[in-house]
């Protein structure tokens, strides 16, 4: 069951967005795994999506579900602040959500 949702823009070309690719599997794989869906999308082969999503800069991480939204621009190099960022609480923290 997913229970995460996150969508990655990205230029696939740029070292930036490959290594947020890479990182982003990385940290997904070994915290996450199984409870996410993850749609990565090329701005250059779709490019419509940056207006729709006010995509400013690449890579960009956006938390769909569960609400609230949140986004990110990184390379999402450090696992424990990405998963901040996007208010996911993982092992003992998840059960302590004061």
């Known amino acids: 069951m997913e229970k995460y949702f996150f969508r990655l823009f990205v230029i696939k070309k740029m070292p930036a967005s490959e290594r947020a690719i890479k990182n982003l599997l990385n940290t997904c794989e070994s915290k996450l795994k199984g409870l996410?869906?993850?749609e990565i999308i090329d701005l250059l082969e779709n490019p419509q999506l940056a207006e729709e999503e006010q995509i400013?800069?690449?890579?960009?991480?956006?938390?769909?579900?569960?609400?609230p939204a949140s986004r990110i621009i990184s390379d999402l190099y450090n696992k424990?602040?990405?998963?901040?960022?996007l208010d996911i609480l993982i092992g003992k923290r998840e059960g302590n959500k004061e």
């Not at 400013?56 to 609400?67: G, M, R, V, W």
């Not at 424990?80 to 960022?85: I, K, P």
């Open 80 to 85: 424990e602040s990405v998963l901040n960022a």
């Open 36 to 38: 996410y869906r993850l």
């Open 56 to 67: 400013l800069a690449t890579p960009t991480l956006i938390k769909q579900f569960p609400p």
